[in-house]
């Protein structure tokens, strides 16, 4: 049933909210903090500018940490959506938790499950929360402990219990963390002694066949924060429509996508996920619940759209742009290069020159509208051989709104091109897009160890200039022959692209001149590694790294895919909005509630944990050093 835009000014709400769903009328009042001043609301009006809370935000074992009686209030306020989880791989150790069958299961049938995705604690990369208590068949001499798991959850379905959460934490003193399906690759979703929000079940959605704010008018999408980005094929398809999501994934489509920029299949069509954005609903570190739009709370809608995740506030809901259903085909592009013994030395040359041509070829793709995908990696040579290591290449070029002849026709000058070269490559032929509809239904997603990656926003120039060209390709090429993977993704989200209110956004300003996104692959095997053995194979991978980095000075860094340690993190990731970010977290913010590791405002923080080579999570979080 259609449920219809509800303006009102609540009590405890400054500003005018548009509730979006039900679940959003639900809202802490007087009556519920009462007889509970752990929950009241904060003042941001006379807290003061510069953090001067105590040195380490509150964890067990220390005197300050709330009383079971004050757990289980809150609990009551939250109406029994308290948990207090252990890991999941708790079922296969020694102890209180110790399930033989429940182990079987994690360790035969996950991957053909939503278990993971619909645990409240598991983050799908392991290593931020210390990596303890995974899921093994023989656990002698192995932990099992919280690591960096969070102590409590949280499983809202109103917004008074975020509310009730937020307020419970910052007037306590916890580390408060924000988690959706767990698609987190350094640790934003996880920490020690930490109360966690955990959205995954905001799942509403509500087509809008006309909507308008500001100078937007057309198609658009209410959306709760929880719904994931292959459940909206679903939608798409039933109100013949397209919204841009990450794919056929199970990421959360409107939290910590969007919040830190959200690239898809259709970002040299439509721009960013963030440039989606119409409209947030969203509650703020003092525990209020507000509308973020064009109209109000600018300040605020300009961080959330691309200012990275869980610094500002928590989304519960948004408004986003949608567009006329788009058809997404692409075609498939395989070459490789494998010496044989005695092969000559340049005998690898033609398979990076049509390395070369695909990149040249990347800047088509993206001036007409599409997105590709690609993976290059080395084959090493027989042992003992004198020959270079080789190499194969795979890409999958997506073009929205071609047919199969518009394709495969435009594709056609790049296959020539290989040929020519003398690298042979199956012929060009047109499907649907693998990466643009349901395939997998959401199921099948297990955690890992989970080895270290960094990635690189490329600008057109390393493509378009004679002389950058080459020095940007050999740094790529160096990379790979090194042992390192290397997957591209040619994309254009330009200023122009976005559109209104997209434009001003802040999404990293690397992405507007950009050309290509790519992720770098470490593949260090992080599990059982010394602390120093993990920090010799990061410095020998910076090493490659430094090489791109250098190449692309105009370049940048994705946020949601990144490399924690990232030289000069602030300009890397935001560029010149981070000035401006800092400016909005600390008028938000000034209690410092929200935290991520390498996100606005994080530089005045650190988690004191043991040693283990990198920046993880298990430890307390407290002030830096001056």
Known sequence: MRFPIVVAILAFISGVISINFPFEATVLKENDISNFSAIAFGDRSTASPVYDGPECKVYPGTAAWPLETEWAQLNSTLNGALLKPVPAAAVCYSGPFQDANQCNFLLRNTSSSRFYINDPLTVLTMWPEGDTCFAS???????????????????????????????????????????????????????????????????????????????????????????????????????????????????????????????????????????????????????????????????????????????????????????????VLSSSLTFSVQPAANSPANITEPFWAAFDAYHKFGLDIVDNGGTAYSNVRSIRPQSGSNVPPGASFSATIEMPGMSAAQLTAFVKPLYDRIAALGVRAPAPSATQASNWQDVSHGVGDTPGSGGRFASRIFPRVSFENSSRFPVTQKAIRNTVEAGYMFHGINMAPTLDVAGYPGSSSAVNPAFRTGVMHADIFEGTNLRGLSAQGVRDAHAQFNVYMNQIRQATPEGGSYVNEADVEEPEWQKAFFGNNYARLVGVKTSWDPWSLFYTPAGVGSESWVVRSADHGLPTQDGPLCRAEP
């Open 137 to 327: 068949a023989s656990t002698a001499g192995l932990n099992c402990t919280q690591g960096g798991f969070p102590s409590y959850v949280v499983n809202v379905t109103t917004v008074k219990q975020v509310q009730a959460a937020v307020n419970f934490a910052r007037n306590k003193n916890l580390r408060l963390v924000v988690k959706n399906t767990g698609h987190d690759f350094y640790g934003r979703s996880t920490g020690f002694g930490a109360l966690s929000i955990w959205t995954h079940w905001l799942k509403q959605f509500e087509f809008l066949p006309q909507y308008s704010i500001g100078e937007y008018r057309g198609m658009a999408a209410r959306v709760g924060a929880g719904l994931e980005s292959w459940e909206l094929f679903a939608y798409m398809q039933k109100h013949n429509m397209t919204i841009l999501v990450a794919g056929p994934y199970t990421v959360g489509a409107y939290g910590g996508w969007i919040t830190g920029g959200g690239h898809s299949a259709l970002a040299s069509t439509y721009g960013m996920g963030a440039d989606q954005v119409l409209s947030l609903n969203v509650v703020t570190a003092d525990g209020r619940f507000l509308t973020a739009d064009v109209n109000q709370n600018t300040d605020l809608f300009f961080a959330l759209r691309g200012g990275g995740g869980s610094a500002y506030g928590i989304i519960t809901s948004a408004i986003v742009k949608a567009h006329p259903a788009t058809s």
